[in-house]
């Protein structure tokens, strides 16, 4: 999605017990079903050898991104006839690997850019307009390394150059989250990581609830496998009541026994890929 049209508080609500769900063994549990989640659903495969984006899935000129945050509360409607996508395409690497993927039509493209369902209507004036489209290519950078990808260049009467758009089909292609499915409720999440030295350390952030709104003593766990390290929150216990729980953050350098190499770091609460927190649009099928 373009824009957002509210900030999002870091405002949590911790359930009955939540906070203690990362102790030592229960963290143990947690991390252990998050390993089996990964390598027996097709979350796994499609990390390996899918589609999954690590950027924004629009690109636009600067001066049309200036002018949609100019512009408040504008919808995005079809005001023109536009050609019917290909069957399939193709995604190509610069490794030279390729995956043939579905499309979305140009329809739906202009939809994934639009904060509103496509029932909504507008007044004159206040929305933009898209009067052709162009199927084309697109450089987007992905778990696999740099690609060329199937793309939408969208026309618009009332925006001073084109937007170009994904055309690569996610939900058909199969995204992580669809394959990790459901996870734990929990206030607690890493929330990103970053390699130090020689990758045997990690610089470590996370967000938790604190129900009072003072900072808690956090501890961060770590699992490793041959394929994967699982990182966890260990929280003081808060009580058994439910609480509005005040967002807090924090990060911490912890040590693995072996360094990270092409290891997944997977979040032991939501069991997906901790790089999924930085790129919004890498597990699921999203807008942008």
């Known amino acids: 999605m373009v824009r957002f049209t509210a900030t999002l ?15 030592p063994r229960a963290f143990e549990e947690i991390a252990a079903q998050a390993v089996s989640t ?3 659903s097709a979350a796994a495969a499609i990390w390996r050898t899918g589609f999954v984006p690590l950027e924004d899935l629009s690109k636009m000129p600067r001066k049309v ?5 100019h512009d408040e509360e504008y919808g995005w409607v079809v005001a023109g006839s536009l050609p019917a996508p290909p069957a399939a395409a193709q995604v190509r690497w610069d490794d030279g690997s ?8 140009a329809r739906e493209a202009l939809m994934a850019l639009s904060p509103w369902p496509e029932e909504y209507t507008f007044p004159d004036g206040k929305a933009y307009k898209l009067t052709g489209a162009t199927f084309t290519t697109m450089r987007l950078r992905t778990v696999r390394g740099m690609a060329t990808v199937p793309a939408w260049r969208l026309y618009f009467s009332n925006l001073p150059g084109p937007i170009d758009r994904v055309a690569v089909d996610q939900e058909a292609v199969g995204t992580v989250q669809d394959a990790v499915g459901d996870h734990l409720p929990g206030g607690e999440e890493i929330t990103d990581f970053e390699v130090l030295g020689d990758g045997h350390r990690l610089l470590v952030s996370y967000e938790y609830g604190s129900c009072y709104g003072d900072p808690l003593d956090v501890r961060i766990r770590v699992g490793e496998e041959p394929d994967v390290v699982v990182l966890g929150l260990s929280l003081p216990y808060q009580g058994t009541v439910l609480c509005a729980g005040t967002g807090r953050f924090g990060h911490d350098v912890v040590r693995l026994d072996e360094p990270l190499g092409d290891r997944v770091v997977l979040d032991a609460i939501s069991r997906l890929p901790v790089l999924c927190h930085r790129a919004r649009n890498a597990c699921r099928a999203g807008n942008g």
């Open 9 to 23: 508080l870091a405002v949590v609500l911790l359930l009955d017990g939540s906070s203690g769900l990362t102790g």
């Open 38 to 40: 990964w390598r027996t």
């Open 65 to 69: 991104s200036k002018q949609i945050g």
């Open 98 to 105: 390729t995956m043939r993927v579905p499309v979305i039509g």
